[in-house]
């Protein structure tokens, strides 16, 4: 099975043509401009979470680094 290799990386994930721009940020793999923050938002774009999915399996998932406001 091949698939086609990434585009360059000046061009932007697909997921920031449906989101604000004040959610999109660099990819923390590839610096690629992605959908980074807020509501549906990931650290990684989608080649570079396929790569993670790929090296550590499908059920792969990234934890908050943000920390939790006491009420």
């Known amino acids: 099975m091949t698939s086609t290799p990434p ?3 000046s061009e932007p994930d697909p997921s920031t043509f449906t989101c604000s721009t004040s959610l999109v940020g660099p990819c923390s793999g590839c610096q690629r401009t992605t959908h980074k923050y807020g509501n549906g938002g990931l650290p990684l ?3 570079c979470m396929t790569s993670a999915r790929n090296n550590w399996g499908p059920n792969v998932r990234f934890t908050s680094t943000r920390p939790v406001s006491a009420p």
Request: hydrophobic share 35%; aromatic share 16%; net charge neutral.
């Open 7 to 9: 585009p360059p990386v």
């Open 45 to 47: 774009c989608q080649w």
